[in-house]
């Protein structure tokens, strides 16, 4: 199963924005609006951010948005903190035989 | 409060097996597909297997498929992950994750337990 590409690294000063792509094809995140992003900090257990795109479950920050276009989703981390340096990784459902195809990563540093 | 605590991790040589538990706890564990997602050291997440509320429908990665069988027990609220022939790149942390809802989003995580496959 191929992989969605990720920047290794993204890294911002407090207080500014930063978009992490996520690349894949028309047969995961081009075909279907079900592409989800999760933090990870080492250690941690992995959250969830966004969801179908451009969804953020209850709890999440409002800094934190998404966005597609064509087979290319985006996370967008505004007002950026020191608590968002963190690993980020993209997913998007890849049909009945793939299911589910995860980004390469993305390290994010707080300057 | 959703909790997943995983448990079953440990050191394995080539070829031996091992079997994984995911403890659920904080929902209705029987309404709700679950997945198993594993990190190789110094690695991206992987995507391994997913079975739904009933064990209905179950899917596996190219890359276990034929070695590991998913399977849950909904009157212990248990995930499982049965692993055999272990091979040197299955070693990584593996995580128990809950769907959101929605059917395509893993929306609560376990902390993960460390396999090591070696010889």
């Known amino acids: 199963q191929s992989v969605l590409t990720q920047p290794a690294s993204v890294s911002g000063s407090p207080g500014q924005s930063i978009t992490i792509s996520c690349t894949g094809t028309?047969?995961?995140?081009?075909?279907?609006?079900?592409v989800s992003w999760y933090q990870h900090h080492p250690g941690k257990a992995p959250k969830l951010i966004i969801f179908e795109g451009n969804k953020r479950p209850s709890g999440v920050s409002s800094r934190f948005s998404g966005s597609k276009s064509g087979n290319t989703a985006s996370l967008t981390i505004s007002g950026l903190q020191a608590e968002d340096e963190a690993d980020y990784y993209c997913?998007?459902?890849?049909?009945?035989?793939?299911?589910?195809?995860f980004g390469t990563g993305t390290k994010v540093s707080v300057l | 409060e959703v909790q997943l605590v995983e448990s079953g991790g440990g050191l394995v040589k080539p070829g031996g097996s091992l079997r994984l538990s995911c403890a659920a706890s904080g929902f209705t564990f029987s309404s709700y597909t679950m997945t198993w997602v594993r990190q190789a050291p110094g690695k991206g997440l992987e995507w391994v297997s997913c079975?739904?509320?009933?064990?209905?429908?179950?899917y596996y990665a190219d890359s276990v498929k034929g070695r590991f069988t998913v399977s849950r027990d909904n009157a212990k609220n248990s995930l499982y992950l049965q692993m055999n022939s272990l091979r040197l790149e299955d070693t990584a942390v593996y995580y128990c994750a809950r769907d959101l809802g929605t059917g395509t989003t893993f929306g609560y995580w376990g902390l993960g337990t460390l396999v090591s496959v070696s010889s």
């Open positions: 079975i739904t509320s009933r064990s209905r429908d179950i």
């Open positions: 997913c998007s459902y890849g049909g009945s035989a793939t299911r589910y195809v």
């Open positions: 028309s047969s995961d995140v081009g075909g279907y609006n079900y």
